[in-house]
């Protein structure tokens, strides 16, 4: 069946450095992809939005970049922070309201 | 007002037991859900409450009965839950037909 899923399961990075999170999803009828940060013990928290209309999409200190040709997406995180270690998840919309998920990414920030 | 609220955190529950979870949300969002989410793995959808009655139930057994009382509130009754059960258990809200779902902190459930 149609999926979202993500291409690493954990990325480790520095303190201070940018990381890049990616998802791949197969619904080309897919209008609408947000992602969620699910730190440990809590529920998912949104953390940005794009529509299918759109190629990027900015926020603060996070980027979601969208290329509907390759059925593509990424979040950019500038100045990752200790605080940004979670599981990060993708979540596309098409068709419905109801948000389906993506495999999801452990994000590990190395002091 | 702008959370989702469950009770309890944590639940440990035997085989034989019934118990309740709860969820609360005051935003006015006429849309609800129930998640089951495993250990690293991404949460699942179970049951979608739309104008306070159900609208979609994804092949969920029946030891698991969701109830939505009001607008405000919706709840899953758990009979006879297998150990295999065990999981955090959410639940979200959003305006229908909007785009982003409001999830609260879940219950940590063990059945034992």
């Known amino acids: 069946g149609e999926s979202v899923g993500l291409h690493l399961p954990t990325l480790s990075v520095q303190e201070g450095d940018n990381s890049i999170i990616n998802c791949a999803y197969s619904n080309s009828a897919s209008d609408y992809f947000i992602w969620y940060k699910q730190e440990s013990g809590k529920g998912p928290q949104f953390i940005i939005d794009i529509r299918s209309n759109m190629d990027k999409r900015q926020g603060q200190r996070v980027t979601v970049l969208l290329n509907k040709t390759v059925k593509h997406l990424s979040l950019q995180i500038a100045a990752t922070q200790p605080g940004d270690s979670a599981v990060y998840f993708c979540?596309?919309?098409?068709?419905?309201?109801?948000?389906?998920f993506g495999r999801g990414t452990s994000l590990i920030v190395h002091p | 007002d702008t959370e989702v609220t469950q009770t309890p955190k944590h639940l440990v529950m035997g085989m034989t037991n019934k118990k309740s979870l709860k969820c609360e949300q005051h935003?006015?969002?006429?849309?609800m859900y129930w998640y089951k989410q495993k250990a690293k793995k991404p949460p699942e959808l179970m049951f979608v409450y739309s104008y306070e009655k159900l609208s979609i139930n994804e092949s969920v057994p029946s030891r698991f009965s969701p109830e939505c009382p009001n607008s405000s509130l919706l709840n899953l009754h758990l009979h006879a839950l297998q150990p295999e059960d065990s999981a955090l258990y959410l639940c979200a809200s959003s305006p229908e037909g909007a785009t982003e779902a409001f999830f609260g902190q879940g219950t940590r459930l063990t059945v034992v």
């Open positions: 979540a596309e919309k098409g068709g419905s309201y109801i948000p389906t």
């Open positions: 935003m006015g969002h006429r849309a």
